[in-house]
Nanobody, 120 residues
């Protein structure tokens, strides 16, 4: 399985910004769909942003207009720029790769994720 490592989380005040990074052990982001997920305490993991191999991006309604997913193939890295953060964005964020804009099939192993906490 593809190994993925998330980083960039932290504590930020409401309205602030963070940029998360997802690094892969091999060059796969240009081949498969990549998605960012999040899981808040007591809630199911949800898919918040995806980017296809062709660069098409989709977002969950809850983050549309605030989050931007992007990719740097040369660095084997996918980013999630998060702006105008809200307390409800607090969660552990994960990335993975697979098929379809709903990532109905996952190829990567789940990493430890990166914690994002939005609080004043």
């Amino acid at each position: 399985q593809v190994q993925l490592v998330e980083s960039g989380g932290g504590l930020v005040q409401p309205g602030g910004s963070l940029r998360l990074s997802c690094a892969a052990s091999e060059s796969i982001f240009s081949i498969y769909v990549t998605g960012w997920y999040r899981q808040a305490p007591g809630k199911q993991r949800e898919l918040v942003a995806v980017i296809s191999s062709g660069g098409i991006a989709n977002y969950a309604d809850s983050v549309k207009g605030r989050f931007t997913i992007s990719r740097d193939n040369a660095k084997n890295t996918v980013y999630l720029q998060m702006n105008s953060l809200k307390p409800e964005d607090t969660a552990v964020y994960y990335c993975n790769v697979g098929l379809g804009l709903t990532l109905y099939k996952i190829f990567g192993s789940w990493g430890q994720g990166t914690q994002v906490t939005v609080s004043s």
